[in-house]
């Protein structure tokens, strides 16, 4: 399930993303633009955004990552930047079931996905 998250989830979100991509951040070296290396502040800024929809994917008890929807509702492309599967959750189908989640919520069309390269 997502669970829409606010700026008291900040450092959860942090620490996760850390996690998450610090096997990208090692292969790629990417120190400028990994998400292994944003700032607690500029996730806090995301947060705060009016279009910026932050969910927590949560499987029973767990939270397993999260996605970042951009959605600025008035039919302009939507935007997942970024999602996140912690290592030890992977290969569960819980990143498909997170984007299923978030086309319920935020329409089935007109989307767009940031990868790392």
């Known amino acids: 399930q997502l ?8 450092e959860l979100i942090w620490n996760m993303q850390k996690e998450a991509f610090a096997a990208l951040l090692e292969k790629y070296r990417d120190h400028d633009t990994s998400p292994a290396n944003e700032s607690p502040e500029r996730i806090a800024w995301k ?3 009016p279009d910026s929809y932050f969910y927590r994917i949560e499987a029973g008890n767990q939270v397993v990552g999260a996605i970042r929807v951009v959605d ?3 039919g302009s492309a939507k ?14 189908g819980y990143a498909q079931a997170a984007i299923l989640e978030a086309e319920k919520r935020h329409g089935s069309h007109n989307w767009t996905l940031d990868t790392i390269l």
């Open 47 to 49: 947060l705060r955004q």
């Open 79 to 92: 935007r997942i930047s970024p999602l996140f599967i912690l290592p030890r959750y992977r290969g569960n």
């Open 3 to 10: 669970v829409r998250c606010t700026t008291e989830d900040r």
């Open 72 to 74: 600025a509702g008035d």
